[in-house]
């Protein structure tokens, strides 16, 4: 039997999002979005330790919370199993995903975390336990459940990130993604978006139509007109992100727009080298900066 598994963790980008408002009666905003994962990673080593029904989880770089994505779901995991003992839980994890950066780390920890534990326990489970601890662990955690052994998932996502249509993941595509120093509190990217809305300045935005997002996806990168609903509010309010999208821009992407709730921005290039060449370009000017296919 297995003591220790290694298992790793990608990011994702969001190619558009479309943030509905939000009704009175739903806690909860829908959305419309192309999910990609990016060649990002955390790993984390899942280690067997002595006892019972406990979990444990240390990361070196930063304090984590008691509470955090991976406890929660290795609860939600003893759960759905019934109430057989479960082995006492180490996590070792290494953070190469920013935090505040839009990019699914939290999210994609846990989801890793439980196909990980799977197959160090023996225990198999079906898309309907999945669901349920993604319900409550974290909205995007649905998503990262489609992975494929490589760490690879395109789908295509709606609802409040629990409606997942995978979809053919391109690999022509070549991604520069920007950090600008600054955390993105999802919770303060949201309100920034109601109060777009309340605004009015929302609804200037030309979303394209859920329908044509896959079509348009696989369409050559000048015919993409995806928009994210948090760029403009959030642009507006931390000059670091305009500056990042900004400097995108002037090296020539095709496309280039803010992940998630940001901060994390990112330009998508035809070939290696003209992503490679804009890495130099923003590297120059002080930008963090991570190339990945």
């Known amino acids: 039997m297995l003591t ?30 192309i999910f990609q994962t990016v060649n ?18 240390i990361s070196e770089a930063f304090p984590l919370p008691e509470e955090n994505t991976i406890t929660k779901a290795y609860q939600s995991f003893r759960k759905v199993i019934g109430k057989q003992k479960l082995p006492s839980i180490l996590v070792e994890l290494e953070k190469q995903i920013p935090l505040g950066g839009g990019l699914g780390g ?12 799977e197959k160090l326990l ?35 996502v709606t609802g409040r990130g629990e409606k997942v249509q995978e979809i053919q993941r391109r690999n022509d595509l070549h991604f520069l993604l920007v950090f600008p120093q600054l955390h993105s509190s999802t919770k ?12 009015g300045e929302a609804g200037k935005i ?8 896959e079509k348009m996806y696989h369409s050559p990168l000048k015919c993409w007109r995806f928009v994210n609903s948090f760029t403009p509010p959030l642009a507006e309010s931390y000059s670091e992100i305009r500056r990042a999208l900004d400097a995108l821009r002037e090296t020539g992407a095709p496309f ?10 990112f330009g998508v290039f035809d070939s290696r080298k003209e992503a490679e060449a804009a890495a130099e370009k923003l590297c120059s000017k002080g930008f963090k900066t991570k190339l990945s296919d």
């Open 4 to 33: 220790e598994i290694e298992v790793f963790a990608p990011a994702k980008v969001n190619i558009g999002l479309k943030v509905l408002p939000r009704l009175e009666n739903e806690a909860y905003h829908n959305i419309e979005s």
């Open 188 to 199: 303060e990217a949201y309100a920034l978006v109601d109060r777009h809305y309340e605004s």
């Open 206 to 213: 030309i979303f394209p139509e859920l329908k044509v997002l």
């Open 122 to 156: 023996d225990i198999k489970l079906d898309g309907k336990g999945h669901d349920k601890i993604a319900s409550e662990t974290g909205s995007d955690v649905f998503f990262f459940f489609h992975m494929d052994e490589e760490g690879k998932a395109c789908a295509l």
């Open 106 to 117: 939290g999210s994609s920890d846990a989801a890793a975390f439980i196909m990980g534990l």
């Open 40 to 57: 990002i990673k955390d790993r984390l080593r899942i280690k067997i330790q002595e006892g019972f029904d406990s979990i444990k989880v």
């Open 256 to 265: 280039y727009d803010m992940s998630g709730s940001g901060a994390t921005v």
